[in-house]
Antibody
């Protein structure tokens, strides 16, 4: 069965960086991209971007451009999301998500989600 | 960017009741509209994709309809486990965007 298991909670100081991991299992990692979604406390869902696990192509939301880097390690079937220059309003739960099916038209339909990683930014 | 306007932001309903949540896209998204359910402390769960196709394992009391840029999620015969927050999301183009969410509470 498809599983996405994320790394544990992090506490960071303003200005620092955080890297969240998302380890995939139960499918061929390189056949699906991984999206990242952020949710601030008590707030809604916000798409951050997507990375192809096949060739590393990325598509970032404009508001995160220059501050986020998404990567994959195909040897360990793991996706990473690094967010730099953290601010207090970056405090959020970060989710990785995979498309329900493999063709390009399905990349925006997320049938599988990680459990979420809470990142707290506080001085 | 495509804006998704979801309403209401919250509602109260009784077990066994009927709930309707609407989502309006700022431009045509064809049928690329998905609905998710989220419970506190949990990841979102896909309920409906392509505006009206029920995800495997989702009870048939959930249904989705579309009319041009207006989309509706209906829950018929609300069950205790349905009390949650619901989000619409467009998968038509990037950036992917969500509605603001609708919290369904027990009356």
């Amino acid at each position: 069965q498809v599983q996405l298991v994320q790394s544990g909670a992090e506490v960071k100081k303003p200005g620092a960086s955080v890297r969240v991991s998302c380890k995939a299992s139960g499918y061929t990692f390189t056949t699906f991209g991984i999206s990242w979604v952020r949710q601030a406390p008590g707030q809604g869902l916000e798409w951050m971007g997507w990375i192809s696990a096949y060739n590393g192509n990325t598509n970032y939301a404009q508001r995160f451009q220059g501050r986020v880097t998404m990567t994959t390690d195909t040897s360990t079937s793991t996706a990473y999301m690094e967010l730099r220059t953290l601010r207090s309003d970056d405090t959020a739960v970060f989710y990785c998500a995979r498309a329900l099916r493999g063709s390009s038209g399905w990349s925006g339909v997320w049938g599988y989600w990680g459990q979420g990683t809470l990142v707290t930014v506080s001085s | 960017d495509i804006q998704m306007t979801q309403s209401p932001s919250s509602l109260s309903a009784s077990v066994g009741g009927r709930v309707t949540i609407t989502c309006r896209a700022s431009q045509s998204i064809r049928s690329s509209l998905n609905w998710y359910q989220q419970k506190p402390g949990k990841a979102p769960k896909l309920l409906i994709y392509g505006a009206s196709t029920l995800q495997s394992g989702v009870p048939s009391r959930f249904s989705g309809t579309e009319s041009e840029t207006d989309f509706t999620l209906t829950i018929s015969g609300l069950q205790p486990e349905d009390f949650a927050t619901y989000y619409c999301q467009q998968g038509y183009s990037t950036p992917r965007t969500f509605g603001q969410g609708t919290k369904v509470e027990i009356k």
